[in-house]
């Protein structure tokens, strides 16, 4: 299959899989994650976006990314909205600025909004959200969203900022709305992200979505360390989330499509690139489309 960017460069797609969202600078997987990278790359996972939560791990994130090659996006979760103050918003905007130059700064996010947890403070998520939906769409940025009980919130914003007239788009995460929901996102130039959810039989709605949409609206996720996959909710003891999971989560998409793996492979990190313009740019600086992504992990 190939794929063309936003330059018209033809990219030949072997098989690779991308997680579009994992969260590897989180405490499970400690100070050294170079045997999760290492399985994953085993396991044929070539890339893997690392969002940020909060400024406070703005630098975790992206010092993570540089020495692991892979690649990043900042913004502000909904869930930490109150961890912050709006006077901590310039700081966000000189990390995006500063990353403009950064071939591994792929996006904006974690941002959204999240109305199921208990006690959340919507004026100040909306804030969060308006604010950082701006600063995107003035830079060129795709987001990725957080989209939990809140997704005809999260459309309205979108609507009026213009974000389908403006081509930026981005990715929906861990997507779990309606059909017409799902559709209103693709029209706004977004992609679906589908991960360990979608494995559970009594996933029903989640296993239509992925059944259904159409085929260019897929990408695949594992949100390490979390939304663990059926076998390891199912295991015993607690056992972290992590990208090397993304094939065997594959499967169960290319299961419910009639896929075949390389089909899936392809379709979804075609995808990917779509929806990330400067990961596949990164890949093309790199060449590692052809080849293992992940260098030694060097804390240099």
């Given at each position: 299959m190939t794929y063309l960017d936003q330059q018209g460069l033809s990219l030949s797609l072997p098989m690779n899989w991308i997680d579009t969202h994992a969260h590897l600078d989180a405490a499970e997987f400690g100070d050294d994650p170079g045997q999760v990278f290492a399985q994953a790359c085993a396991a044929g996972v070539r890339s893997v976006v690392i969002p940020a939560v909060e400024p406070g791990n703005f630098a975790a994130v992206r010092d993570l990314a540089h020495a692991s090659g892979q690649v990043y996006a900042l913004g502000v979760h909904p869930l930490y909205a109150d961890r912050v103050e709006e006077a901590d918003f310039p700081?966000?905007?000189?990390?995006?600025?500063?990353?403009?130059?950064?071939?591994?700064?792929?996006?904006?996010?974690?941002?959204?909004?999240?109305?199921?947890?208990?006690?959340?403070?919507?004026?100040?998520?909306?804030?969060?959200?308006?604010?950082?939906?701006?600063?995107?769409?003035?830079?060129?940025?795709?987001?990725?969203?957080?989209?939990?009980?809140?997704?005809?919130?999260?459309?309205?914003g979108l609507?009026?900022?213009?974000?389908?007239?403006?081509?930026?788009?981005?990715?929906?995460?861990?997507?779990?709305?309606?059909?017409?929901?799902?559709?209103?996102?693709?029209?706004?130039?977004?992609?679906?992200?589908?991960?360990g959810a979608m494995t559970f039989e009594r996933a029903l709605n989640i296993r239509r979505l992925a059944t259904h949409l159409p085929d260019s609206s897929l990408v695949l996720e594992t949100d390490s360390p979390d939304i663990p996959p059926e076998w390891l909710a199912r295991a015993e003891g607690r056992q972290s989330n992590t990208p090397a999971e993304l094939p065997r989560i594959a499967q169960t998409l290319a299961t419910l499509r009639g896929w075949t793996t390389q089909q899936t492979a392809s379709i979804t990190t075609a995808n990917a690139l779509a929806a990330l313009p400067r990961l596949a740019t990164w890949f093309e600086m790199r060449g590692t489309l052809d080849g293992d992504a992940f260098p030694t992990l060097s804390r240099s």
């Open positions: 700081r966000l905007r000189r990390a995006l600025l500063q990353a403009r130059d950064d071939p591994q700064c792929v996006a904006m996010g974690e941002i959204g909004l999240d109305f199921f947890a208990p006690g959340v403070n919507r004026d100040r998520q909306l804030w969060w959200y308006e604010q950082q939906l701006r600063l995107a769409r003035e830079l060129g940025l795709p987001v990725l969203l957080h989209v939990r009980k809140s997704q005809d919130v999260l459309l309205a609507r009026k900022l213009g974000w389908a007239q403006a081509g930026i788009g981005g990715i929906a995460h861990a997507f779990n709305g309606s059909r017409q929901q799902a559709d209103m996102f693709i029209a706004q130039g977004f992609k679906l992200g589908f991960g």
